[in-house]
Structures are given as C-alpha cells and as structure tokens.
C-alpha cells in the first residue's frame, strides 16, 4: 500500500503560480511512476504529468506543457507539481497517483494508489 496525500492548492489569480506536494508513504517511493491528474466540475479526471521512477523522464499534456514542471525528490518521498502562468482553465482538482514502475504513461486506469486531491482555482 502506498498513501499519498496532496497539498498546495488553493485560489490564485491568471498568471500566477502555484507548486503542488505530494508526499508518500508506506512502500518504497522511489519504486513507482508518479503522475498527476485533475478533474474539473462536469468533466471526466484527466492526464496532466507523469514522472519514471528515477525521475529520468516526464511527459506532459499538450494543454500544460512549457507552463507545468513535475519533479521529484526520492529522498523525502515527495513529488511537485510546478504550475506557471496558470489560466482559468486550470482550475481542477488535482490528484497524484501512482503506478508501477514498469508502467509510464497516461493512462489513469494503470495507477494503482490515488490521494484525496487538492483544488485549485484560477480568478480571471
């Protein structure tokens, strides 16, 4: 079992910035693929970023990438989400999960671990 939990969120204004957290515990960290996902009112949760293990490689949607950034540090268990230049748009609830190391890419039904999620508003 692996638990995350999210943090970060909160109301900010078109343009801005906000880093999302998420901060794991239970099985070794460093042996899953991290992604992160968001769900906006009326709409089906969807992919924003993953990031490999090893931190070796990251994919993005078309919709976030150049603004998104997603990190991780094996040494605190945690995973960033970095959101520039954030638009109304982006305002969701995001979730991090995560999958299997074998496993990376942007499919929500290979993640196996989900955190509650944190909302994030962006005010035009």
């Known amino acids: 079992q692996v638990q995350l939990v999210e943090s970060g969120g909160g109301l900010v204004q078109a343009g801005g910035s906000l880093r999302l957290s998420c901060a794991a515990s239970?099985?070794?960290?460093?042996?899953?693929?991290m992604g992160w996902f968001r769900q906006a009112p009326g709409k089906e949760r969807e992919f924003v970023a993953f990031?490999?293990?090893?931190?070796?490689?990251?994919d993005y949607a078309d919709s976030v990438k150049g603004r998104f950034i997603i990190f991780r540090d094996n040494a605190k268990n945690t995973v960033y989400l970095q959101m520039n230049s954030l638009n109304s748009e982006d305002t969701a609830v995001y979730y991090c999960?995560?999958?299997?190391?074998?496993?990376?890419?942007?499919?929500?039904?290979?993640?196996?671990?989900w955190g509650q999620g944190t909302p994030v508003t962006v005010s035009s």
């Open positions: 239970g099985r070794t960290f460093s042996g899953y693929t």
């Open positions: 990031i490999s293990s090893n931190g070796g490689r990251t």
């Open positions: 999960a995560a999958a299997p190391s074998y496993y990376s890419g942007r499919s929500k039904n290979q993640y196996d671990y």
